[in-house]
Protein backbone atom coordinates (compact mmCIF):
# COMPACT_ATOMS: atom_id res chain seq x y z
CA UNK A 1 0.00 0.00 0.00
CA UNK A 2 1.29 3.94 -1.20
CA UNK A 3 1.21 6.63 1.51
CA UNK A 4 -1.39 8.67 -0.91
CA UNK A 5 -3.80 5.18 -0.37
CA UNK A 6 -3.46 5.07 3.67
CA UNK A 7 -3.15 9.04 3.75
CA UNK A 8 -0.20 10.90 6.45
CA UNK A 9 -2.53 10.83 9.70
CA UNK A 10 -3.55 7.25 9.53
CA UNK A 11 0.43 6.44 8.48
CA UNK A 12 1.35 8.10 11.80
CA UNK A 13 -1.02 6.37 14.02
CA UNK A 14 -0.26 2.84 12.12
CA UNK A 15 4.09 3.95 12.44
CA UNK A 16 3.43 5.19 16.06
CA UNK A 17 1.01 1.99 17.64
CA UNK A 18 2.29 0.50 20.45
CA UNK A 19 5.11 2.94 21.14
CA UNK A 20 5.38 5.87 23.81
CA UNK A 21 5.65 3.47 26.67
CA UNK A 22 8.63 3.89 28.91
CA UNK A 23 10.16 5.09 31.96
CA UNK A 24 8.68 8.15 32.92
CA UNK A 25 5.96 9.07 29.77
CA UNK A 26 2.79 10.38 31.09
CA UNK A 27 1.65 11.11 27.65
CA UNK A 28 2.67 9.24 24.53
CA UNK A 29 1.61 9.58 20.76
CA UNK A 30 -1.17 10.19 19.97
CA UNK A 31 -1.86 14.31 21.88
CA UNK A 32 -0.74 17.51 20.88
CA UNK A 33 2.90 17.29 23.02
CA UNK A 34 4.18 13.99 24.20
CA UNK A 35 4.80 14.82 28.27
CA UNK A 36 7.54 13.20 30.41
CA UNK A 37 8.99 13.25 33.68
CA UNK A 38 11.96 14.90 34.45
CA UNK A 39 14.15 11.84 35.05
CA UNK A 40 15.01 11.56 38.92
CA UNK A 41 12.34 14.73 39.95
CA UNK A 42 10.08 11.92 40.98
CA UNK A 43 6.30 12.16 40.45
CA UNK A 44 5.69 15.72 41.68
CA UNK A 45 7.09 18.92 40.22
CA UNK A 46 6.86 19.93 36.12
CA UNK A 47 6.60 17.60 33.51
CA UNK A 48 8.37 18.31 30.14
CA UNK A 49 6.57 18.37 26.89
CA UNK A 50 7.96 17.77 23.79
CA UNK A 51 6.84 18.70 20.09
CA UNK A 52 8.29 18.75 16.33
CA UNK A 53 6.48 20.17 13.56
CA UNK A 54 7.61 20.59 10.28
CA UNK A 55 6.16 22.92 7.28
CA UNK A 56 7.12 21.74 4.15
CA UNK A 57 7.64 24.34 0.98
CA UNK A 58 4.58 23.69 -1.79
CA UNK A 59 2.49 21.53 1.06
CA UNK A 60 1.93 23.80 3.96
CA UNK A 61 2.74 27.23 2.53
CA UNK A 62 3.61 28.56 -1.03
CA UNK A 63 7.34 29.75 -2.28
CA UNK A 64 6.07 33.05 -2.38
CA UNK A 65 5.31 33.51 1.60
CA UNK A 66 7.88 36.13 2.43
CA UNK A 67 10.05 33.82 4.88
CA UNK A 68 9.67 35.91 7.99
CA UNK A 69 6.24 34.71 7.73
CA UNK A 70 6.94 31.32 7.05
CA UNK A 71 9.62 31.63 9.85
CA UNK A 72 6.97 32.99 12.25
CA UNK A 73 4.15 29.93 11.21
CA UNK A 74 6.69 27.31 11.86
CA UNK A 75 6.99 28.42 15.51
CA UNK A 76 3.75 29.79 16.43
CA UNK A 77 2.09 25.86 15.39
CA UNK A 78 4.60 24.52 18.06
CA UNK A 79 3.77 27.23 20.29
CA UNK A 80 -0.24 26.49 19.94
CA UNK A 81 0.67 22.77 20.68
CA UNK A 82 2.55 23.69 23.66
CA UNK A 83 -0.83 25.42 24.69
CA UNK A 84 -2.79 23.13 23.92
CA UNK A 85 -1.54 21.16 26.87
CA UNK A 86 -1.37 24.28 29.15
CA UNK A 87 2.23 24.56 28.99
CA UNK A 88 5.01 27.07 27.63
CA UNK A 89 7.56 25.75 25.08
CA UNK A 90 11.03 26.91 26.46
CA UNK A 91 13.63 26.04 23.97
CA UNK A 92 13.90 25.09 20.23
CA UNK A 93 15.90 23.29 17.41
CA UNK A 94 15.33 23.80 13.74
CA UNK A 95 16.06 22.03 11.57
CA UNK A 96 16.58 23.80 7.90
CA UNK A 97 16.00 21.76 4.56
CA UNK A 98 17.19 23.64 1.65
CA UNK A 99 18.02 23.43 -2.18
CA UNK A 100 21.00 24.69 -3.09
CA UNK A 101 19.74 27.38 -5.37
CA UNK A 102 17.82 28.79 -2.34
CA UNK A 103 19.57 31.92 -1.22
CA UNK A 104 21.43 32.77 2.39
CA UNK A 105 19.20 36.21 2.57
CA UNK A 106 15.52 34.03 2.27
CA UNK A 107 16.95 31.77 5.43
CA UNK A 108 18.26 34.53 7.81
CA UNK A 109 14.51 36.16 7.26
CA UNK A 110 13.24 32.53 7.75
CA UNK A 111 15.11 32.84 10.88
CA UNK A 112 14.06 36.45 11.95
CA UNK A 113 10.81 34.98 11.84
CA UNK A 114 11.42 31.83 14.02
CA UNK A 115 13.78 34.30 16.32
CA UNK A 116 10.93 36.78 17.06
CA UNK A 117 8.05 34.65 17.28
CA UNK A 118 10.22 32.95 19.62
CA UNK A 119 11.36 35.26 21.88
CA UNK A 120 7.73 37.11 21.97
CA UNK A 121 6.67 33.82 24.19
CA UNK A 122 9.74 33.03 26.06
CA UNK A 123 11.22 30.39 23.67
CA UNK A 124 14.91 30.49 23.11
CA UNK A 125 16.61 28.84 20.10
CA UNK A 126 19.62 26.79 21.34
CA UNK A 127 20.26 25.04 18.06
CA UNK A 128 19.59 23.95 14.73
CA UNK A 129 21.37 21.93 11.61
CA UNK A 130 20.40 22.89 7.70
CA UNK A 131 21.00 19.52 5.35
CA UNK A 132 20.43 19.82 1.47
CA UNK A 133 17.71 18.45 -0.22
CA UNK A 134 15.25 18.65 -3.31
CA UNK A 135 12.42 20.55 -1.18
CA UNK A 136 12.67 23.44 1.22
CA UNK A 137 11.12 22.57 5.10
CA UNK A 138 11.44 23.52 8.28
CA UNK A 139 11.05 21.55 11.43
CA UNK A 140 10.84 22.93 14.82
CA UNK A 141 11.43 20.71 17.91
CA UNK A 142 10.56 22.35 20.85
CA UNK A 143 10.70 21.38 24.76
CA UNK A 144 7.76 23.07 27.05
CA UNK A 145 6.93 22.95 30.42
CA UNK A 146 3.89 23.05 32.48
CA UNK A 147 3.22 22.25 36.37
CA UNK A 148 2.35 18.24 36.38
CA UNK A 149 -0.86 19.11 37.96
CA UNK A 150 -2.08 20.94 35.16
CA UNK A 151 -1.22 19.08 32.24
CA UNK A 152 -4.45 18.70 30.22
CA UNK A 153 -5.12 16.22 27.88
CA UNK A 154 -6.87 15.41 24.38
CA UNK A 155 -8.72 12.17 27.25
CA UNK A 156 -9.67 14.51 30.05
CA UNK A 157 -13.62 14.85 28.46
CA UNK A 158 -16.49 13.41 30.31
CA UNK A 159 -20.32 13.06 29.23
CA UNK A 160 -21.95 16.38 30.25
CA UNK A 161 -18.61 18.66 29.56
CA UNK A 162 -19.47 21.93 27.92
CA UNK A 163 -17.29 22.58 24.89
CA UNK A 164 -15.81 25.86 24.13
CA UNK A 165 -13.40 27.39 21.56
CA UNK A 166 -11.80 30.53 21.63
CA UNK A 167 -11.70 33.24 18.45
CA UNK A 168 -13.98 32.93 15.59
CA UNK A 169 -13.20 29.85 12.89
CA UNK A 170 -12.91 29.68 9.08
CA UNK A 171 -11.25 31.69 7.11
CA UNK A 172 -7.27 31.05 7.39
CA UNK A 173 -6.45 30.48 3.52
CA UNK A 174 -7.74 33.77 2.98
CA UNK A 175 -6.13 35.53 5.92
CA UNK A 176 -4.15 34.18 8.68
CA UNK A 177 -2.63 30.92 8.11
CA UNK A 178 0.74 32.73 8.56
CA UNK A 179 -0.68 35.18 11.08
CA UNK A 180 -2.47 33.53 13.56
CA UNK A 181 -1.95 34.17 17.45
CA UNK A 182 -1.17 31.08 18.92
CA UNK A 183 -3.47 30.96 22.22
CA UNK A 184 -0.34 30.91 24.87
CA UNK A 185 -1.79 33.19 27.77
CA UNK A 186 -5.13 31.66 27.09
CA UNK A 187 -4.17 27.77 27.25
CA UNK A 188 -1.98 28.75 30.46
CA UNK A 189 -4.30 30.30 32.09
CA UNK A 190 -7.33 27.81 31.41
CA UNK A 191 -4.33 24.68 32.89
CA UNK A 192 -3.68 27.33 35.86
CA UNK A 193 -7.13 28.03 36.81
CA UNK A 194 -8.25 23.94 36.15
CA UNK A 195 -10.88 24.82 34.12
CA UNK A 196 -10.06 22.43 31.15
CA UNK A 197 -10.64 18.89 31.69
CA UNK A 198 -9.43 18.55 28.19
CA UNK A 199 -7.75 20.47 25.30
CA UNK A 200 -6.50 20.93 21.86
CA UNK A 201 -5.29 22.93 18.73
CA UNK A 202 -7.75 23.56 15.83
CA UNK A 203 -5.03 22.75 13.65
CA UNK A 204 -6.98 20.91 10.83
CA UNK A 205 -10.54 22.18 11.51
CA UNK A 206 -13.22 21.76 14.13
CA UNK A 207 -14.71 18.88 11.62
CA UNK A 208 -11.47 17.27 12.16
CA UNK A 209 -10.53 17.83 15.28
CA UNK A 210 -13.59 17.48 17.29
CA UNK A 211 -13.77 14.18 16.37
CA UNK A 212 -10.56 13.37 18.08
CA UNK A 213 -11.11 14.94 21.12
CA UNK A 214 -14.41 13.10 21.59
CA UNK A 215 -12.75 9.83 20.58
CA UNK A 216 -9.63 10.13 23.22
CA UNK A 217 -12.55 10.93 25.70
CA UNK A 218 -14.39 8.14 24.97
CA UNK A 219 -17.36 10.07 24.18
CA UNK A 220 -19.58 11.42 21.53
CA UNK A 221 -20.24 15.03 20.76
CA UNK A 222 -23.30 17.43 19.71
CA UNK A 223 -22.66 21.16 18.55
CA UNK A 224 -25.14 24.07 17.92
CA UNK A 225 -23.71 26.95 17.09
CA UNK A 226 -19.91 28.15 15.56
CA UNK A 227 -18.56 31.39 16.16
CA UNK A 228 -17.38 32.37 12.57
CA UNK A 229 -14.97 34.38 11.06
CA UNK A 230 -16.56 37.03 9.45
CA UNK A 231 -17.66 36.47 5.97
CA UNK A 232 -16.88 32.78 6.62
CA UNK A 233 -19.66 30.19 5.49
CA UNK A 234 -20.40 27.08 7.95
CA UNK A 235 -18.29 25.09 6.05
CA UNK A 236 -15.42 26.75 6.05
CA UNK A 237 -15.75 27.38 9.75
CA UNK A 238 -15.42 23.63 10.25
CA UNK A 239 -13.44 22.75 7.51
CA UNK A 240 -10.51 25.60 6.27
CA UNK A 241 -8.58 24.49 8.89
CA UNK A 242 -5.21 25.99 10.23
CA UNK A 243 -7.30 28.40 13.31
CA UNK A 244 -5.33 27.61 15.75
CA UNK A 245 -7.65 28.35 18.28
CA UNK A 246 -8.56 26.31 21.22
CA UNK A 247 -11.22 23.22 21.59
CA UNK A 248 -11.81 22.61 25.26
CA UNK A 249 -13.91 20.72 27.06
CA UNK A 250 -15.16 21.74 30.46
CA UNK A 251 -16.98 20.07 33.21
CA UNK A 252 -20.84 21.51 33.69
CA UNK A 253 -20.31 23.29 36.96
CA UNK A 254 -17.81 25.44 35.60
CA UNK A 255 -18.76 26.65 32.79
CA UNK A 256 -20.43 29.85 34.34
CA UNK A 257 -17.49 30.94 36.49
CA UNK A 258 -15.44 29.94 33.57
CA UNK A 259 -17.24 32.68 31.43
CA UNK A 260 -17.50 35.65 33.64
CA UNK A 261 -13.55 35.00 34.47
CA UNK A 262 -12.60 34.79 31.01
CA UNK A 263 -14.18 38.13 30.15
CA UNK A 264 -12.32 39.99 32.87
CA UNK A 265 -9.28 37.76 31.69
CA UNK A 266 -9.54 38.22 27.99
CA UNK A 267 -11.84 40.93 27.35
CA UNK A 268 -10.64 40.75 23.43
CA UNK A 269 -10.72 37.26 22.68
CA UNK A 270 -14.05 35.20 22.04
CA UNK A 271 -14.91 32.21 24.44
CA UNK A 272 -18.00 30.82 22.78
CA UNK A 273 -20.03 27.63 24.27
CA UNK A 274 -20.56 25.30 21.20
CA UNK A 275 -22.01 22.34 22.57
CA UNK A 276 -21.59 19.39 24.53
CA UNK A 277 -19.69 16.01 25.16
CA UNK A 278 -22.10 12.80 25.46
CA UNK A 279 -21.84 9.69 26.65
CA UNK A 280 -23.21 7.57 23.42
CA UNK A 281 -20.04 7.81 21.08
CA UNK A 282 -21.91 7.23 18.30
CA UNK A 283 -23.76 11.09 18.74
CA UNK A 284 -21.87 12.61 16.24
CA UNK A 285 -23.65 15.85 15.55
CA UNK A 286 -21.87 19.22 13.98
CA UNK A 287 -23.29 21.61 11.53
CA UNK A 288 -20.92 21.14 8.55
CA UNK A 289 -22.70 23.48 6.04
CA UNK A 290 -21.97 20.70 3.34
CA UNK A 291 -18.31 20.41 3.95
CA UNK A 292 -17.16 16.56 3.95
CA UNK A 293 -14.12 15.56 5.45
CA UNK A 294 -11.91 13.33 3.22
CA UNK A 295 -9.08 12.31 6.30
CA UNK B 1 24.58 34.85 -2.53
CA UNK B 2 22.99 31.33 -2.70
CA UNK B 3 23.22 28.31 -0.51
CA UNK B 4 25.75 26.44 -2.91
CA UNK B 5 27.96 28.98 -2.66
CA UNK B 6 28.10 29.47 1.01
CA UNK B 7 28.04 25.53 1.93
CA UNK B 8 25.50 24.13 4.77
CA UNK B 9 27.86 24.46 7.77
CA UNK B 10 28.80 27.63 7.11
CA UNK B 11 24.69 28.32 6.71
CA UNK B 12 24.12 26.92 9.78
CA UNK B 13 26.34 29.36 11.84
CA UNK B 14 25.16 32.51 10.28
CA UNK B 15 22.03 31.63 10.85
CA UNK B 16 22.07 30.96 14.68
CA UNK B 17 24.87 33.48 15.57
CA UNK B 18 24.05 35.30 18.22
CA UNK B 19 21.18 32.63 19.41
CA UNK B 20 20.80 30.25 22.19
CA UNK B 21 21.04 32.93 25.16
CA UNK B 22 18.22 32.59 27.78
CA UNK B 23 17.37 31.44 30.48
CA UNK B 24 18.61 28.30 31.57
CA UNK B 25 21.32 27.93 28.88
CA UNK B 26 24.52 26.10 29.40
CA UNK B 27 25.16 25.08 25.97
CA UNK B 28 23.94 26.71 22.89
CA UNK B 29 24.45 25.96 19.19
CA UNK B 30 28.00 24.55 17.70
CA UNK B 31 28.25 21.66 20.25
CA UNK B 32 27.22 18.60 19.47
CA UNK B 33 24.21 18.76 21.75
CA UNK B 34 22.37 21.96 23.38
CA UNK B 35 22.56 21.73 27.08
CA UNK B 36 19.62 23.44 29.24
CA UNK B 37 18.85 23.38 32.91
CA UNK B 38 15.62 21.99 33.63
CA UNK B 39 13.60 25.24 34.95
CA UNK B 40 12.90 25.33 38.97
CA UNK B 41 15.88 23.01 39.46
CA UNK B 42 18.47 25.33 40.36
CA UNK B 43 21.62 25.07 39.97
CA UNK B 44 22.67 21.76 40.75
CA UNK B 45 21.68 18.34 39.49
CA UNK B 46 20.84 17.42 35.90
CA UNK B 47 20.94 19.07 32.78
CA UNK B 48 18.64 18.51 30.05
CA UNK B 49 20.75 17.74 26.59
CA UNK B 50 18.71 18.54 23.47
CA UNK B 51 19.88 17.57 19.75
CA UNK B 52 17.79 17.43 16.32
CA UNK B 53 19.19 15.30 13.26
CA UNK B 54 17.83 14.57 9.89
CA UNK B 55 19.11 12.26 7.32
CA UNK B 56 17.83 12.93 3.96
CA UNK B 57 17.07 10.27 0.65
CA UNK B 58 19.66 10.43 -1.71
CA UNK B 59 21.88 13.32 0.51
CA UNK B 60 22.69 10.88 3.50
CA UNK B 61 21.39 7.59 2.14
CA UNK B 62 20.81 5.61 -1.19
CA UNK B 63 17.09 4.87 -1.83
CA UNK B 64 18.21 1.53 -2.01
CA UNK B 65 19.05 1.23 1.40
CA UNK B 66 17.41 -1.54 3.50
CA UNK B 67 14.63 0.87 5.71
CA UNK B 68 15.38 -0.87 8.91
CA UNK B 69 19.28 0.55 8.41
CA UNK B 70 17.79 3.98 7.56
CA UNK B 71 15.94 3.87 10.83
CA UNK B 72 18.87 2.93 12.67
CA UNK B 73 21.25 5.54 11.62
CA UNK B 74 18.98 8.06 12.08
CA UNK B 75 18.05 6.80 15.54
CA UNK B 76 22.15 6.41 16.05
CA UNK B 77 23.36 9.66 15.01
CA UNK B 78 21.62 11.35 17.79
CA UNK B 79 22.76 8.81 20.13
CA UNK B 80 26.39 9.46 19.22
CA UNK B 81 25.90 13.24 19.34
CA UNK B 82 24.74 12.69 23.55
CA UNK B 83 27.35 10.25 24.08
CA UNK B 84 29.61 12.75 22.77
CA UNK B 85 28.41 15.12 25.66
CA UNK B 86 28.48 12.47 28.43
CA UNK B 87 24.80 11.70 28.36
CA UNK B 88 22.08 9.41 27.60
CA UNK B 89 19.24 9.78 24.98
CA UNK B 90 15.82 9.75 26.76
CA UNK B 91 13.27 10.86 24.41
CA UNK B 92 12.86 10.75 20.88
CA UNK B 93 10.14 12.38 18.38
CA UNK B 94 10.29 10.94 14.77
CA UNK B 95 9.28 12.86 11.64
CA UNK B 96 8.84 11.46 8.35
CA UNK B 97 8.56 13.49 5.46
CA UNK B 98 7.66 11.00 2.35
CA UNK B 99 6.25 11.27 -1.05
CA UNK B 100 3.27 9.92 -1.84
CA UNK B 101 4.18 6.95 -3.78
CA UNK B 102 6.84 5.55 -1.16
CA UNK B 103 5.13 2.33 0.54
CA UNK B 104 3.65 1.94 4.23
CA UNK B 105 5.59 -0.82 4.72
CA UNK B 106 8.80 0.51 4.01
CA UNK B 107 8.64 3.15 6.80
CA UNK B 108 6.97 0.55 8.80
CA UNK B 109 10.78 -0.95 8.66
CA UNK B 110 12.46 2.57 8.84
CA UNK B 111 10.46 2.63 12.46
CA UNK B 112 11.18 -0.93 13.13
CA UNK B 113 14.95 0.21 12.87
CA UNK B 114 14.42 3.30 14.74
CA UNK B 115 12.38 1.44 17.62
CA UNK B 116 14.89 -1.19 17.62
CA UNK B 117 18.01 1.05 17.99
CA UNK B 118 16.05 3.55 20.37
CA UNK B 119 15.41 0.90 22.84
CA UNK B 120 18.70 -1.01 22.81
CA UNK B 121 19.53 2.46 24.58
CA UNK B 122 17.08 3.07 26.71
CA UNK B 123 14.61 5.67 25.01
CA UNK B 124 11.31 5.50 23.86
CA UNK B 125 10.09 7.38 20.55
CA UNK B 126 6.69 9.65 22.61
CA UNK B 127 5.47 11.70 19.03
CA UNK B 128 6.31 11.93 15.56
CA UNK B 129 4.45 13.39 12.76
CA UNK B 130 4.55 12.33 9.41
CA UNK B 131 4.36 14.94 5.73
CA UNK B 132 3.80 14.68 2.72
CA UNK B 133 7.07 16.30 0.98
CA UNK B 134 8.80 15.65 -2.58
CA UNK B 135 11.86 14.14 -1.00
CA UNK B 136 12.08 11.47 1.73
CA UNK B 137 13.85 12.56 5.22
CA UNK B 138 13.36 11.50 8.70
CA UNK B 139 14.13 14.00 11.47
CA UNK B 140 14.97 12.56 15.25
CA UNK B 141 14.53 15.05 18.20
CA UNK B 142 15.72 13.77 21.23
CA UNK B 143 15.72 14.92 24.86
CA UNK B 144 19.14 13.69 27.18
CA UNK B 145 19.91 13.44 30.42
CA UNK B 146 23.37 14.37 31.64
CA UNK B 147 24.40 15.20 35.58
CA UNK B 148 25.48 18.61 35.46
CA UNK B 149 28.59 17.92 36.87
CA UNK B 150 29.67 15.57 34.13
CA UNK B 151 28.75 17.33 30.56
CA UNK B 152 31.47 17.63 28.82
CA UNK B 153 31.90 20.35 25.85
CA UNK B 154 33.58 20.87 22.71
CA UNK B 155 35.16 24.09 24.31
CA UNK B 156 37.11 22.29 27.45
CA UNK B 157 40.41 21.82 25.89
CA UNK B 158 43.52 22.64 27.10
CA UNK B 159 46.95 23.37 25.76
CA UNK B 160 48.59 19.79 26.77
CA UNK B 161 45.52 17.77 26.57
CA UNK B 162 46.29 14.54 25.20
CA UNK B 163 44.07 13.58 22.36
CA UNK B 164 42.40 9.89 22.02
CA UNK B 165 40.00 7.99 19.10
CA UNK B 166 37.97 5.42 19.98
CA UNK B 167 38.00 2.52 17.55
CA UNK B 168 39.26 2.49 14.12
CA UNK B 169 38.87 5.82 11.21
CA UNK B 170 37.60 5.26 7.60
CA UNK B 171 36.56 2.95 5.93
CA UNK B 172 32.42 3.91 6.58
CA UNK B 173 31.16 4.64 2.57
CA UNK B 174 31.83 0.98 2.01
CA UNK B 175 31.35 -0.36 5.29
CA UNK B 176 29.76 1.06 8.47
CA UNK B 177 27.75 4.31 7.45
CA UNK B 178 24.57 2.31 8.41
CA UNK B 179 26.02 -0.04 11.00
CA UNK B 180 28.14 2.35 12.98
CA UNK B 181 27.78 2.11 17.21
CA UNK B 182 26.87 5.04 18.95
CA UNK B 183 29.94 5.16 21.74
CA UNK B 184 27.28 5.78 24.42
CA UNK B 185 28.64 3.44 27.08
CA UNK B 186 31.86 4.80 26.44
CA UNK B 187 31.17 8.47 26.41
CA UNK B 188 28.92 7.99 30.17
CA UNK B 189 32.12 6.33 31.09
CA UNK B 190 34.46 9.01 29.76
CA UNK B 191 32.24 11.67 31.70
CA UNK B 192 31.59 9.92 35.03
CA UNK B 193 34.73 9.52 35.12
CA UNK B 194 36.03 13.04 34.45
CA UNK B 195 38.45 11.37 31.95
CA UNK B 196 37.35 14.18 29.26
CA UNK B 197 37.91 17.58 29.46
CA UNK B 198 36.35 18.08 25.66
CA UNK B 199 34.90 15.45 23.49
CA UNK B 200 32.74 15.09 20.38
CA UNK B 201 32.02 12.16 17.78
CA UNK B 202 33.06 12.57 14.54
CA UNK B 203 30.82 12.75 11.88
CA UNK B 204 32.63 14.63 9.01
CA UNK B 205 36.30 13.06 9.23
CA UNK B 206 38.49 13.55 11.74
CA UNK B 207 40.06 16.72 9.24
CA UNK B 208 36.71 18.56 9.92
CA UNK B 209 35.72 17.56 13.19
CA UNK B 210 39.15 18.13 15.10
CA UNK B 211 39.60 21.51 13.55
CA UNK B 212 36.33 22.11 15.36
CA UNK B 213 37.21 20.81 18.52
CA UNK B 214 40.41 23.04 18.63
CA UNK B 215 39.07 25.97 17.89
CA UNK B 216 36.03 26.05 20.12
CA UNK B 217 38.77 25.28 22.84
CA UNK B 218 41.20 28.00 21.89
CA UNK B 219 44.13 25.67 20.62
CA UNK B 220 46.09 24.21 17.38
CA UNK B 221 46.68 20.25 17.45
CA UNK B 222 49.28 18.37 16.30
CA UNK B 223 48.62 14.52 15.60
CA UNK B 224 50.57 11.99 14.52
CA UNK B 225 49.99 7.91 14.19
CA UNK B 226 46.13 7.16 13.42
CA UNK B 227 43.99 3.85 14.08
CA UNK B 228 43.20 2.86 10.68
CA UNK B 229 40.42 0.60 9.90
CA UNK B 230 42.29 -2.58 8.09
CA UNK B 231 42.41 -1.39 4.45
CA UNK B 232 42.02 2.04 4.47
CA UNK B 233 44.59 4.90 3.36
CA UNK B 234 45.37 7.63 5.63
CA UNK B 235 43.05 9.84 3.50
CA UNK B 236 40.28 7.92 4.18
CA UNK B 237 40.90 7.98 7.65
CA UNK B 238 40.93 11.37 7.82
CA UNK B 239 38.44 12.48 5.42
CA UNK B 240 35.50 9.16 4.75
CA UNK B 241 33.72 10.75 8.11
CA UNK B 242 30.98 9.16 9.48
CA UNK B 243 33.01 7.26 11.71
CA UNK B 244 30.87 7.88 15.17
CA UNK B 245 33.73 7.44 16.74
CA UNK B 246 34.37 9.92 19.68
CA UNK B 247 37.40 12.30 19.40
CA UNK B 248 38.52 12.95 23.06
CA UNK B 249 41.02 15.60 24.49
CA UNK B 250 42.31 14.58 28.28
CA UNK B 251 44.53 16.03 30.45
CA UNK B 252 48.07 14.56 30.45
CA UNK B 253 47.96 14.25 34.03
CA UNK B 254 45.10 11.68 33.47
CA UNK B 255 46.11 10.06 30.25
CA UNK B 256 47.69 6.83 31.59
CA UNK B 257 45.18 5.98 34.02
CA UNK B 258 42.91 6.23 31.50
CA UNK B 259 44.27 3.99 28.98
CA UNK B 260 45.05 1.40 31.87
CA UNK B 261 41.11 1.66 33.29
CA UNK B 262 39.90 1.65 29.13
CA UNK B 263 41.51 -1.74 28.81
CA UNK B 264 39.26 -3.51 31.85
CA UNK B 265 35.95 -1.43 30.90
CA UNK B 266 36.44 -1.76 27.03
CA UNK B 267 38.93 -4.62 26.26
CA UNK B 268 37.45 -4.67 22.93
CA UNK B 269 37.36 -1.18 21.66
CA UNK B 270 40.74 0.71 20.67
CA UNK B 271 41.70 3.73 22.38
CA UNK B 272 44.52 5.53 20.94
CA UNK B 273 46.40 8.48 21.45
CA UNK B 274 46.96 10.18 18.53
CA UNK B 275 48.56 13.77 19.83
CA UNK B 276 47.93 16.67 21.44
CA UNK B 277 46.53 20.32 21.44
CA UNK B 278 48.81 23.04 21.56
CA UNK B 279 48.44 26.45 23.11
CA UNK B 280 49.24 28.06 19.60
CA UNK B 281 46.17 27.84 17.52
CA UNK B 282 47.72 27.92 14.16
CA UNK B 283 49.23 25.05 15.06
CA UNK B 284 47.15 22.66 12.71
CA UNK B 285 49.40 19.35 11.89
CA UNK B 286 47.29 16.61 10.75
CA UNK B 287 48.54 13.71 8.63
CA UNK B 288 46.34 14.05 5.27
CA UNK B 289 47.93 11.46 2.87
CA UNK B 290 46.64 14.09 0.67
CA UNK B 291 43.06 14.56 1.50
CA UNK B 292 42.00 17.89 1.13
CA UNK B 293 38.67 19.30 3.01
CA UNK B 294 36.17 21.09 1.37
CA UNK B 295 34.28 22.92 3.60
Not at 8 to 28: F, N, P, Y
Not at 72 to 90: E, Y
Not at 208 to 237: F, I, K, M, N, W
Request: hydrophobic share 40%.
Amino acid sequence: MKVRDLGEDALVERLLLGLGSGDGVIVGPGDDCAAVQWPGAGGRGKALLLKTDCVVEGVHYLPALEPTRVGRKAMCRVLSDMAAMGGMGRYALVTVMTPRDHTVDYWRAVYRGLERAGRRFGVAIVGGETSASRCAAISVSMVGVVPRSQLVVRSGGRAGDVLFVTGRLGGSPARKHWAFEPRVQAGRWLAEGHFASAMMDISDGLAADLPRLARASGCGYEVGTLPRTPGCTLAQAVGDGEDYELLIAVRPHKADALEQKWKRAFPRLALTRIGNLFEDPSCKNLPTGGFQHFA
